[in-house]
């Protein structure tokens, strides 16, 4: 019998996944268009969708510490279960982090964040240039960990499936 996680902590994490998915392409598309309405209206949606990532992630948070995840297969050694653990961890600290830095940067360069185009979110720091322009690197870097990361998580999900052929990607399914 396969140990999977509950109906909700599936939702949440596929919700997420696509979302985080579709804010990195639209990042990566948006990022050097030229300025235009268009580009302000995509900038607006990668806003608000990573908002709603941020208050997402802090629902799956909640659901994960009051409802514990099926265990690791008893196939991994000490040294795969301390890397799941850490893998996950990261992905969690990450999907914390890249949303608050983008509220930050927006922040510091003077674009309030608008959540659906009606809830204004307050700004965390007044206008500052080079502190608009240092958050956007280290936005933009954040999300590079995340992308070698979500690489590395899909990578060992897969390998597990076709290789170890173990439960881990069905417990997700």
Request: hydrophobic content about 55%; aromatic content about 10%.
């Amino acid at each position: 019998m396969t140990c999977t996680y509950t109906p909700v902590a599936k939702g949440l994490h596929w919700l997420m996944a696509v979302m985080i998915l579709g804010l990195l392409a639209l990042g990566i598309y948006m990022h050097d268009l030229p300025l235009s309405p268009q580009k302000l209206e995509l900038y607006a949606w990668h806003k608000w969708m990573g908002v709603t990532v941020f208050l997402l992630v802090w629902l799956r948070l909640a659901w994960r510490v009051t409802h514990r995840p099926p265990a690791l297969p008893k196939t991994l050694s000490p040294v795969m279960r301390v890397a799941a653990h850490a893998g996950h961890a990261v992905l969690y600290v990450l999907m914390v982090v890249i949303p608050l830095s983008g509220w930050l940067m927006s922040s510091a360069k003077g674009f309030q964040t608008v959540w659906f185009g009606v809830l204004p979110i307050p700004d965390l720091v007044g206008r500052d240039k080079a502190l608009g322009d240092f958050l956007q690197q280290v936005h933009e870097v954040l999300n590079a960990v995340l992308m070698l990361t979500l690489a590395g998580h899909v990578a060992v999900a897969l390998w597990h499936h076709f290789v170890v052929k173990d439960d881990t990607l069905r417990r997700m399914r």
